[in-house]
């Protein structure tokens, strides 16, 4: 069994995987399993108001949690995805509360890293991609860094290597048809107003 497929099993049974992507390490569970996303909250130690972000493996995946995709937003996918933006929808309403942290939206992307992207197309649901680390603490951009805070508490670690330890990836609210600026990192609004077409809305 090789590590991709040990860390899908784990998150079939309801574990929690750390994984590589292409910014830092995630913190990995199954979306749609309210079990298994009350335990990375616990792990977290999260504000249970604060949206998680996932990945998904397709458009259609995208499909079945994004109650709506506007224009500029299939722009930004088409231009960047695979890569490190993420972009907010409408939610559908069976959406977990625990990734819209009660605001209506759901964060999403698809990821450029080969490991994640496997992970993702063989579960063949949503994957959260919250950084490793416990909240307030420095982002894990190493397993053995991971393994320190959470050790025995995960159950698979998939070694990736160092990751780039730049910043973490964009992230646009694109529930508007004007977009709004959420974080600024791996990708520069210049290059996201660009493909946008349009001066997106700031914090």
């Given amino acids: 069994m090789d590590d991709v497929e040990r860390a899908v099993t784990a998150l079939e049974r309801g574990g929690v995987i750390v994984y590589p992507t292409e910014t830092l390490y995630g913190l990995g569970v199954d979306a749609t399993a309210e079990a298994a996303l009350a335990r990375l909250g616990s792990l977290k130690g999260r ?7 996932v990945l998904v493996a397709s458009r259609a995946m995208l499909d079945e949690i994004a109650d709506a995709v506007t224009g500029v937003a299939e722009r930004l996918i088409e231009e960047f995805w695979p890569g490190a933006l993420t972009l907010a929808f409408p939610a559908k309403p069976h959406v977990s509360r ?16 080969p490991i994640a992207r496997a992970i993702v197309e063989r579960l063949r649901r949503p994957l959260t991609a ?17 393994r320190a805070y959470f050790g025995a508490r995960v159950d698979a670690y998939v ?25 600024e990192g791996a990708i520069s609004l210049a290059a996201i107003e660009a493909v946008a077409g349009l001066r997106l809305r700031r914090e």
């Fill in 47 to 53: 504000d249970r108001h604060k949206p998680v972000s």
């Fill in 159 to 183: 070694d990736g290597g160092r990751t780039l330890q730049g910043p973490g990836t964009t992230v646009i609210d694109c529930s508007t048809d004007v977009p709004r600026l959420v974080r």
């Fill in 98 to 113: 625990a990734l819209t942290g009660g605001g209506g939206t759901v964060a999403a992307r698809i990821s450029s890293e």
């Fill in 130 to 146: 919250t950084s490793a680390n416990p909240g307030g603490a420095p982002a894990a951009s190493d397993v053995a860094a991971a």
